[in-house]
């Protein structure tokens, strides 16, 4: 079938995608590994040779470390659980029949298209400002005192404006999932008298949960990098500062590369972690 | 459907879906609401809805004050180079991966997949350090090229899929009646692969818009784009909260009309084929 002539165009084709892409990858890893062993501060001294694993131990043991490990722990699952279980919710409420489902389905996606700057500043500014906030209006209306959401309460704020961002994402691949869901299986359930409730847990459950995985997956990585909404809302005071944001203060902030490098380098085994388990799932699928 | 829904259930469905979809949506809403507001009105306690003197100056202050189209057609820009040069790199590649499989096609496909984990922090010292030595930190060649490596995968996954469901016997019948690959791709190929490039071209199109770390951390004034364009509000003028809406809704409005029509690719795209 394929000829050995149509067998190297077909290498020469891939080559620039899969060139370009090593280059981007090998390049920069490779300089932060290098850079993660040396004392490197470009605005005081410039590369000031090899130590070693200092830096790999100073950045774990800074007071600033284990602080940021639980703030991004505290993100990534807090939105995870929001989204996955209010993705759910959605899912099996908007598959229901209704009428004008095409433009409820645009409404609740709507926001996944919002930039994340956008986001979080209407968020910061329009809602959660303790003074003239929507928030804090609706607040005084009740006659309570409003919050400074962004002080006082500032991880759960960030994880609403992130869950506000991905829930749509989880949504809309849940539904799909669902929409594959035989139909026939639930109402013979349901004509043998099983309640809504088990009919959830024994049928539409299992058979969502290749992509409850994916979405957990697919937004772990993304929300691990969560940056805009924390660099334009509080810039990671208030113990909103992730590991990614550490870094970068690191990097960019402090121009403390070597420190800052050890750090990616963390990220990287981080995210890789994840990787590995999405890799699994997304393989298997190609496959079939 | 074997039974018949009651019509009282279709009522509540369609009551509970609409209530939930308006109380997602309402920050867009707002947002766009209170662009047409003058200053007093937008931060009126108790809030306006609709009751209020519509007014376009904010957007007229807004778009004289801040060089406004400037930062919209480095968006433009920087976007839709990104976009169109990553597809020109993958068309072949993904092709050559759909038509001509080998034994190491799908390690190739993962490894690709695997590049687009890697977090940007982890390597924004070096990548920043080569944009400087190469004298393209703040310009808009920078951030195409970042852009388009960091969507590369995402758009070799997608051609891929639909390349895939291309029937290979068509192919096949080409070259047999004499087809050179040339005439192979522009005429038969080309053809049948044009909806499924257009829906690439969309989905990354979004994504490298709204893309918040490379083009916050690349640029300074040359070529930021809008999503630092709205950065710059973040204080003290995010107080002005019907500018900050102006200019909000200004930013976001193209590409919510574009993501209205990607929808149906948003899944499988983003997703890597994994969900259907």
């Known amino acids: ?288 | 459907m074997a039974r018949a829904v009651t019509q009282q259930r279709k009522i509540i469905n369609t009551a509970a879906a609409w209530g939930i979809g308006l109380l997602i949506f309402f920050p867009i809403l707002w947002t766009i609401l209170t662009s047409f507001k003058t200053e007093a009105q937008a931060i009126a306690d108790p809030p306006i809805f609709l009751a209020f003197d519509w007014t376009l100056e904010n957007y007229a202050v807004v778009m004289e004050r801040s060089n406004y189209m400037r930062f919209l057609w480095n968006s433009v820009i920087i976007a839709g180079g990104s976009t169109l040069l990553g597809i020109l790199v993958a068309v072949p590649a993904a092709w050559s991966m759909a038509f001509v499989p080998s034994k190491r096609t799908k390690d190739i496909l993962l490894w690709m997949l695997s590049t687009k984990m890697l977090p940007a922090v982890g390597v924004l010292y070096p990548i920043y350090l080569i944009f400087i030595k190469l004298g393209i930190l703040d310009t808009r060649t920078g951030l195409v090229i970042v852009l388009m490596l960091m969507n590369l995968p995402i758009i070799v996954w997608m051609l891929y899929t639909y390349f895939r469901e291309i029937p290979g016997e068509i192919l096949e019948a080409a070259r047999m009646d004499g087809a050179t690959l040339k005439e192979e791709i522009l005429y038969v190929l080309t053809p049948m692969a044009v909806p499924g490039i257009a829906s690439t071209l969309l989905l990354n199109f979004i994504l490298a818009w709204n893309e918040a770390f490379w083009t916050l951390n690349l640029t300074a004034v040359n070529a930021a784009p809008l999503t630092a364009f709205i950065a710059s509000y973040s204080s003290p003028e995010g107080l002005f909260f019907a500018k900050l809406s102006a200019a909000s809704t200004m930013a976001i409005a193209p590409i919510l009309i574009l993501g209205w029509f990607s929808q149906k690719q948003l899944v499988s795209g983003l997703t890597f084929g994994a969900v259907k």
């Open chain 1, 1 to 288: 079938m394929a000829t050995q002539h149509s067998r190297s165009a077909a290498r020469l084709m891939m080559a620039p995608a899969v060139v370009l892409l090593l280059g981007w990858m090998l390049v920069p890893l490779i300089m932060t590994l290098m850079f993660s062993f040396k004392k490197y501060l470009p605005l005081r001294g410039g590369d000031l040779g090899w130590v070693g694993f200092e830096n790999y131990v100073r950045f774990v043991s800074s007071s600033a470390f284990w602080p940021s490990v639980v703030a991004t722990l505290t993100i990534v699952g807090g939105v995870l659980l929001i989204t996955v279980v209010f993705g759910v919710l959605l899912a099996i409420l908007l598959n229901q029949p209704m009428w004008g489902q095409g433009v409820v389905r645009i409404l609740v996606i709507a926001p996944f298209f919002v930039m994340p700057t956008v986001s979080a500043l209407v968020w910061k500014n329009m809602f959660m400002d303790p003074v003239n906030g929507l928030l804090a209006h609706l607040w005084k209306f009740f006659g309570a005192t409003p919050i400074e959401w962004l002080s006082q309460a500032s991880l759960p704020s960030i994880v609403m404006i992130v869950s506000w961002q991905w829930l749509p994402f989880a949504t809309l691949i849940l539904l799909t999932a669902i929409q594959s869901l035989d139909s026939e299986q639930l109402e013979a359930a349901e004509m043998d008298g099983a309640p809504p409730l088990k009919r959830f847990g024994y049928i539409t459950l299992p058979h969502l949960g290749r992509a409850i995985t994916v979405v957990v997956l697919i937004q772990t990585i993304f929300l691990l990098a969560v940056f805009a909404e924390i660099f334009v809302t509080t810039g990671g005071a208030f113990g909103t500062r992730t590991l990614t944001y550490l870094i970068f203060q690191r990097v960019l902030e402090s121009q403390n590369v070597g420190l800052g490098s050890a750090g990616g380098v963390y990220a990287i085994i981080l995210a890789n972690i994840v990787a590995i388990f999405l890799m699994r799932a997304v393989g298997k699928n190609l496959d079939a």
